[in-house]
């Protein structure tokens, strides 16, 4: 499982991406992809992750501010390598 920022696709959908590295009896390094080689994954999970607490206070004039942030992320599943 791999863990993106939120990307407008469907739990499902089918994604193709060119490949930076591919490793295994010999690592080919691409410059900056390698030629012909590809990377299929699926949509698993569309969600938002756990809630960060920002905080921001000044000492001495009375301000405080605390505000939370949820990011979007996507979560995809490898399915194929292609090199």
């Known amino acids: 499982m791999l863990t993106v920022e939120k ?3 469907e739990v499902g959908d089918k994604l193709s991406f060119d490949a930076l590295l ?3 009896n010999e690592v080919k390094v691409g410059t900056p992809t ?3 080689a590809s990377v299929e994954v699926s949509v698993v999970e569309n969600g938002r992750g756990k809630k960060i607490s ?3 206070y ?3 004039v ?3 501010r ?3 942030h949820r990011q979007p992320f996507t979560k995809l599943k490898i399915e194929k390598i292609s090199a």
């Open 7 to 9: 990307l407008e696709k």
């Open 22 to 24: 591919i490793a295994g």
């Open 34 to 36: 390698v030629a012909g």
């Open 54 to 56: 920002v905080i921001k």
């Open 58 to 60: 000044k000492p001495k």
């Open 62 to 64: 009375r301000y405080r």
């Open 66 to 68: 605390n505000v939370g």
